[in-house]
């Protein structure tokens, strides 16, 4: 079986791993695989789909618009985010390209409970690269450290969709797990390319791509429409 490094990071009860393996030298495998990995054909497994509601799309897509307008140092060129409706669907499926995943035990209160996890990986990164992994290290270079917190904050990324999912009897990191709740997020255009920073630093807005047409709020690039909420979705 593969082994995930100790220092991956297990946030109280919420395992987090990388689908991306542009940033860092990492092997390409995710959350599926542990599960695979680990499961035992005696222990009958259960995976029930759950549609995410409105509301918990709302609730991850403001988050990840928050983060993204709160970065430091700021960002020049950093782009509002919209939630596509395809991406949830490959989330659905597990499809691994520019993906962050999250599994905790049991539901949950808030969908926010499995997302900000990848946020708090910003307490081990410096810009522009993870504080133990960047182009002049590669040695160490060797698995996801800070990815899910720059995939969030990518500033060309500015798309994204996710699926939850609920799982009975399953073996996580080699223990049972009676109830799992995952959430799978899948972002376009993906992020984590190695030897780039996830964003230009410079006064919000200052250089925005000319489709956006030059409009910003919340210091990111924002479409020129007449209503937020028609880009929330897509």
């Known amino acids: 079986p593969k082994i995930l490094p100790n220092w991956l990071?297990?946030?109280g009860q919420v395992i987090n791993t990388a689908g991306s393996p542009h940033l860092q030298q990492q092997s390409d495998f995710g959350l599926s695989d542990v599960i695979?990995?680990?499961?035992?054909?005696?222990?009958?497994?259960?995976?029930?789909?759950?549609?995410?509601?409105?509301?918990?799309?709302?609730?991850?897509?403001?988050?990840?618009?928050?983060?993204?307008?709160?970065?430091?140092?700021p960002a020049a060129n950093m782009e509002y985010m919209v939630w596509d409706n395809d991406l949830a669907r490959m989330a659905e499926a597990w499809a691994f390209y520019g993906q962050?995943?999250?599994?905790?035990?049991?539901?949950?209160?808030?969908?926010?409970?499995?997302?900000?996890?990848?946020?708090?990986?910003?307490?081990?990164y410096v810009f522009p690269y993870?504080?133990?992994?960047?182009?002049?290290?590669?040695?160490?270079?060797?698995?996801?450290?800070?990815?899910?917190?720059t995939q969030m904050v990518w500033a060309t990324t500015n798309r994204v969709g996710c699926a939850v999912q609920t799982c009975y009897n399953m073996?996580?990191?080699?223990?049972l797990w009676r109830e799992a709740t995952f959430l799978v997020c899948n972002y376009s255009p993906k992020g984590n390319?190695?030897?780039?920073?996830?964003?230009?630093?410079?006064?919000?807005?200052?250089a925005c791509p000319s489709s956006y047409g030059g409009t910003c709020s919340n210091n990111m690039c924002f479409p020129a429409v007449q209503s937020n909420f028609m880009y929330w979705f897509k």
Not at 39 to 55: A, D, L, N, P
Not at 131 to 136: A, G, K, L, V
Not at 171 to 175: D, T
Not at 193 to 206: D, K, L, M, N, T
Request: net charge positive.
């Open 9 to 11: 990071g297990l946030f």
């Open 36 to 73: 695979k990995h680990n499961s035992s054909s005696s222990v009958h497994r259960v995976r029930r789909k759950r549609f995410i509601s409105q509301s918990d799309m709302v609730a991850i897509l403001d988050y990840h618009n928050q983060v993204r307008a709160s970065v430091f140092p």
């Open 100 to 124: 962050n995943l999250s599994v905790r035990t049991g539901g949950y209160q808030s969908i926010l409970q499995l997302v900000k996890p990848w946020y708090d990986e910003v307490n081990d």
């Open 130 to 149: 993870p504080r133990f992994c960047n182009p002049s290290c590669p040695l160490l270079c060797y698995g996801p450290m800070c990815t899910h917190y």
């Open 171 to 175: 073996f996580v990191w080699g223990v």
């Open 193 to 206: 390319w190695i030897g780039e920073a996830p964003y230009r630093v410079g006064i919000p807005c200052s």
